[in-house]
């Protein structure tokens, strides 16, 4: 398809079709497990479509029919964290899960193969997943010595229910495409041909919504899940749109005019 390159990285692809924006983890031969670098180049791809007021939906994606997605390179784990050449040890996949919920565009997970460990989680803090048939889900955490108990745990549990997360956390199973679409883990199953086209489909369709509306449905539900911090974002997304409003730029312009401001001519909605 006519995707163009939007920057060139050492590690992911970062494309663009017209509104849609592609971020593809691009170690295929490492199952596409993610080093900090990885993870660095990530956040400034999302950084980037987060600023970009012309792309209104943002695809995650790993390159190859194998994987979506391995988790922490195990080959670069250090002592508190993987360390990349700045010989930080870094948990960064963190900052990305966060920057990929507080993003106020949709965030598509298209998975093909393998989403594993750290990168599960990553498909998990996705808006929406579409996966192909020959996808695998599954948490190795207790088996490699890691665990996420952050999105990965509780948020897990607030989508799939207590008692599965604890059962996919516990024994470590990998999960079929179909067995993680009945517990409601991901959105649809598509043969792998099918899985681009379908994604695109998907984006095309929200694209022709109110991008306000999206913005604050998102916010909504990151309100209740994610407490004061939640509500911070929406609470946000008010204040952005106050500052849009005749009221909002009365108490502004009293200010700088060195006056009392007249608050008195807007309307008491009930
Ligand atoms: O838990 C966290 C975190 C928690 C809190 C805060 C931050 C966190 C950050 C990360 C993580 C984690 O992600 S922990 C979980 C780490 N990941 C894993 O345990 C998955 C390891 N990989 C596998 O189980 C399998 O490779 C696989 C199911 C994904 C695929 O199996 P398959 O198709 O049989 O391929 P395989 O031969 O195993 O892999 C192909 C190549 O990719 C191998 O290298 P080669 O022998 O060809 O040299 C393999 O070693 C490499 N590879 C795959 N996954 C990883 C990897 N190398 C390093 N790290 C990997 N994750």
Known sequence: SKWETIKEYKEILFERMDKIAKITINRPEKRNAFTPVTVQEMIEAFNYCRDDASIGAIILTGQGDLAFCSGGDQ????????????HIARLNVLDLQHLIRIIPKPVIAMVRGWSVGGGNILQLVCDLTIAADNAKFMQTGPKVGSFDAGYGSAYLARVIGHKRAKEVWFLCK?????EAFQMGWINKVVPLDDIETETIEWCNEILQKSPTAIRFIKAAMNADTDGIAGLQQMAGDSTMLFYTTDEGKEGRDAFLEKRDPDFDKFPKFP
């Open 75 to 86: 080959s670069v784990r250090g002592n508190g964290g993987y360390v990349g050449p700045d």
């Open 174 to 178: 990998d999960y079929s495409a179909d």
